[in-house]
């Protein structure tokens, strides 16, 4: 008895449809002209080349990828038809694929889908940050592998608990997360400047408790996303609150309430933390 799956023809690439057959491991045949897999692949360029040259030419192949990465695969080399959208579930073996047969533009069609811009920041953002972090580690993909860092770097904490499929390497999370440290710290140190500050600054004891309540919830809130969208947040529920003073040039609070404005504070800042959120994180060559 057979232990090969019962053969069926593909649907998007039929019998007949091209000079040459590649047959699923899963028993479905893929019809395809010769020319098409010599001029996108090197290695199904050396294959065919070999068969050629045996005493019976070359009529189909026996591979190892299933019916769904063929399909997905096989449409990077026909030009008459479009990549399939990228599906989490199937990328993974689309890759693999993409790089065993060495066909680059795979990879490149995938970070094209995979990033977009942000217009009102003039940045490159990704979809699914840890995802494409982990497939960009895997596969070798180094400015893949930085945007999914500086994405991850100012996303909410509930952004890593998304389950991936492709392990991640903890070198590179390690990396992540002492950049991520890095991030909130030099946050940090400038509201302990702000409160240093208000502390000299008045002799109102009620407003110096009310400003350090309110930077105490400020700084929970960056230690799950250290960002300027969080401040961003602040700036916003903060400005709908009555009794926010203004300070001065030299930065004494000036208000009876002894409050400083967030708006003030804030819009100072703003400049040097968008810089550096659209900053690329350095990525040590041991790493990738």
Same mark, same amino acid.
């Given at each position: 008895?057979?232990?090969?799956?019962?053969?069926?023809?593909?649907?998007?690439?039929?019998? /007949?449809?091209?000079?040459?057959?590649?047959?699923?491991?899963?028993?479905?045949?893929?019809? *395809?002209?010769?020319?098409?897999?010599?001029?996108?692949?090197?290695?199904?360029?050396?294959?065919? /080349?070999?068969?050629?040259?045996?005493? /019976?030419?070359?009529? =189909?192949?026996?591979?190892?990828?299933?019916?769904?990465? @063929?399909?997905?695969?096989?449409?990077?080399?026909?030009?008459?038809?479009?990549?399939?959208?990228?599906?989490?579930?199937?990328?993974?073996?689309?890759?693999?694929?993409?790089?065993?047969?060495?066909?680059?533009?795979?990879?490149?069609?995938?970070?094209?889908?995979?990033?977009?811009?942000?217009?009102?920041? !003039?940045?490159?953002?990704?979809?699914?940050?840890?995802?494409?972090?982990? @497939?960009?580690?895997?596969?070798?993909?180094?400015?893949?592998?930085?945007?999914?860092?500086?994405?991850?770097?100012?996303?909410?904490?509930?952004?890593?608990?998304?389950?991936?499929?492709?392990?991640?390497?903890?070198?590179?999370?390690?990396?992540?997360?002492? #950049?991520? !440290?890095?991030?909130?710290? !030099?946050?940090?140190?400038?509201?302990?400047?702000?409160?240093?500050?208000?502390?000299?600054?008045? +002799?109102?004891?009620?407003?110096?408790?009310?400003?350090?309540?309110?930077?105490?919830?400020?700084? *929970?809130?960056?230690?799950? =996303?250290?960002?300027? /969208?969080?401040?961003?947040?602040?700036?916003?529920?903060?400005?709908?609150?009555?009794?926010?003073? +203004?300070?001065?040039?030299?930065?004494?609070?000036?208000?009876?309430?002894? *409050?400083?404005?967030?708006?003030?504070?804030?819009?100072?800042?703003?400049?040097?933390? #968008?810089?550096?959120?659209?900053?690329?994180?350095?990525?040590?060559?041991?790493?990738?």
């Amino acid at each position: 008895m057979s232990s090969h799956p019962p053969r069926r023809h593909s649907e998007e690439f039929p019998e /007949n449809y091209g000079d040459f057959q590649l047959v699923s491991s899963d028993g479905v045949v893929f019809s *395809i002209p010769r020319i098409f897999l010599s001029h996108v692949s090197p290695v199904f360029r050396d294959m065919l /080349n070999l068969g050629m040259e045996s005493p /019976n030419e070359l009529a =189909e192949l026996q591979l190892t990828e299933s019916s769904v990465t @063929l399909d997905q695969l096989l449409r990077f080399f026909d030009p008459l038809k479009d990549p399939a959208p990228i599906d989490t579930k199937t990328v993974e073996p689309l890759l693999e694929s993409a790089r065993k047969y060495q066909i680059e533009h795979v990879f490149k069609y995938w970070e094209e889908q995979m990033v977009f811009r942000d217009e009102a920041k !003039q940045i490159a953002k990704v979809y699914s940050p840890l995802a494409c972090l982990a @497939l960009a580690c895997h596969f070798g993909r180094r400015e893949m592998t930085r945007l999914a860092l500086r994405e991850l770097l100012r996303a909410p904490s509930k952004d890593f608990q998304t389950p991936t499929r492709t392990i991640i390497d903890s070198g590179m999370l390690s990396h992540l997360f002492q #950049l991520r !440290q890095a991030r909130l710290t !030099q946050m940090m140190e400038r509201i302990v400047e702000v409160q240093e500050g208000i502390k000299k600054g008045t +002799r109102c004891r009620n407003g110096h408790l009310d400003v350090v309540h309110s930077f105490l919830g400020l700084i *929970i809130q960056l230690v799950d =996303e250290p960002s300027w /969208n969080t401040l961003q947040r602040n700036i916003n529920s903060w400005s709908e609150c009555d009794g926010w003073g +203004r300070s001065d040039h030299s930065g004494i609070l000036t208000s009876s309430k002894c *409050i400083l404005s967030p708006i003030e504070l804030f819009e100072k800042w703003k400049p040097d933390i #968008l810089a550096e959120e659209s900053k690329l994180p350095e990525l040590p060559s041991s790493l990738l």
